[in-house]
């Protein structure tokens, strides 16, 4: 069996990212990933600003509590003050407006003490530290700067500080396009009525979801029936028009596991047992040009293996820079079955108690039971060789975040 490292890093080597990129306005952005590196072209902030609603002046002329000055003026948030202060001379300020040249600190208003009968005396009830308030010019970015690398996956936050830098237009990678089917006789579209004997197709929803999530172009083809030749048509389909197949099912060694038999003929694709819970049968390759994905068919399993494997790699497929998942540990607050010899992805619930992390089963982890996905909030992950976990002992948590949350 391959390990689930393995199974990644082959899978990485084999793609290439795509490469054509286009043009979009930043508010289009979010969830595009950057095709070119992106520098400063300003510097941020550009000018000398108040952190404060108060006053400046020099901080010589408060260099001790209780001192009074004379205001002179005032400069708001896109109105400056043009004069120049002198000794003991202090203008009213607000939070972001320009600091004058001649002022060197920011007391606010809070410490300050105006009497109604003569409101052109300001006494300062604390002493003034230089640059004290002053948020100065180039402190958070430099022109030159680097502030987004290419293969950055925009999130709402990096729209902001495009938009603080001026920058209106970003070129990004073009979305991927995913074909996507489910396969297996027995499965039925939600929304029909179905037999005793037969299921809900669930696994096409939850893979669509996740990969619009992704920012891609889904191209869904449905549901196929275990026949070699519409199986072998919606390859044809898919392969012609996407960057890469998702499937799910029948990639298996069953009797009716006819994608495995039709690919065998169409593409050049490796069948592969991977040392992961849930999961284990996984197909990746080539399908006349194109990307194939084979997940296997419960739902718990293919939503993992998407995560787990497919999703690294399209990701280098869409352009997108490579990440390691943030892991975090965790005591496990109860006992855990394991057995040695697969990687453990199993759903807990993570909690801080107690000043730490403990984490608790989601409920029953049999590998179609969606619902132990739905209640929890990260994965277990127990290593390949671990056996069973008793209360107390540590582990390792992902957190169950996008795409599938
Ligand atoms: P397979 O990988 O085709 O052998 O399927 C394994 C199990 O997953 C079987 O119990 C199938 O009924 C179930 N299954 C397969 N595809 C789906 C699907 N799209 N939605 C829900 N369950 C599925
Ligand atoms: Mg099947």
Not at 71 to 76: E, P
Not at 175 to 193: I, K, M, N, Y
Not at 319 to 336: H, M, N, S, W
């Amino acid at each position: 069996m391959l390990s689930v490292r393995d199974a990644v890093q082959h899978m990485l080597d084999s793609v290439q990212p795509i490469t054509e990129s286009e043009t979009v306005f930043i508010a289009d952005a979010v969830d595009r990933v950057l095709a070119q590196a992106i520098h400063s072209t300003v510097d941020i902030p550009s000018y000398d600003n108040s952190a404060m609603d108060g006053y400046a002046m020099r901080a010589d002329d408060v260099a001790t509590p209780q001192q009074t000055l004379t205001l002179v003026g005032q400069a708001l948030a896109g109105h400056p003050f043009r004069g120049t202060l002198k000794a003991g001379e202090c203008i009213r300020i607000m939070t972001g407006a320009e600091v004058p040249s001649s002022a060197s600190a920011v007391i606010p208003q809070e410490d300050t003490v105006v009497d109604a009968n003569i409101p052109q005396q300001i006494l300062f009830t604390t002493a003034a530290k230089d640059g004290q308030n002053i948020r100065r010019h180039g402190e958070e970015l430099k022109v030159g700067a680097p502030v987004f690398a290419s293969g950055h996956r925009f999130t709402p936050v990096d729209i902001g500080l495009l938009a603080s830098l001026g920058i209106a237009d970003v070129n990004v990678h073009r979305r991927l396009t995913v074909a996507l089917f489910s396969t297996g006789d027995e499965l039925v579209a939600p929304g029909h009525s179905k037999r005793s004997d037969q299921i809900y197709d669930s696994n096409r929803f939850v893979l669509h979801a996740m990969l619009e999530r992704l920012g891609y172009q889904v191209l869904n083809l449905g549901l196929i029936p275990d026949n070699k030749q519409e199986i072998a048509d919606a390859f044809m389909v898919a392969s012609a028009r996407a960057d890469a197949i998702v499937c799910s099912g029948g990639v298996s060694v069953g009797d009716a596991d006819y994608t495995k038999q039709v690919i065998d003929e169409l593409g050049a694709v490796g069948f592969w047992k991977v040392a992961m819970k849930p999961g284990k049968p996984f197909a990746f390759g080539k399908v006349n040009g194109t990307w194939f994905f084979g997940l296997p068919g419960n739902p718990v399993s293919a939503t993992v293996t998407f995560q787990q494997l497919a999703l690294p790699t399209l990701q280098r497929l869409a352009g997108e820079r490579d990440q390691e998942p943030v892991l975090i540990q965790a005591v496990a607050g109860e006992p855990l079955k394991k057995r040695p010899g697969r990687a453990d992805f199993q759903r807990g619930i993570l909690r801080y108690e107690n000043g730490e992390n403990r984490v608790y089963s989601a409920g029953p982890q049999g590998s179609g039971m969606l619902s132990s996905l739905v209640q929890g909030n990260c994965l277990i992950r127990l290593e390949q060789d671990r056996g069973p976990v008793e209360a107390g002992e540590s582990v390792v948590i992902q957190l169950l975040g996008t795409p599938i949350k």
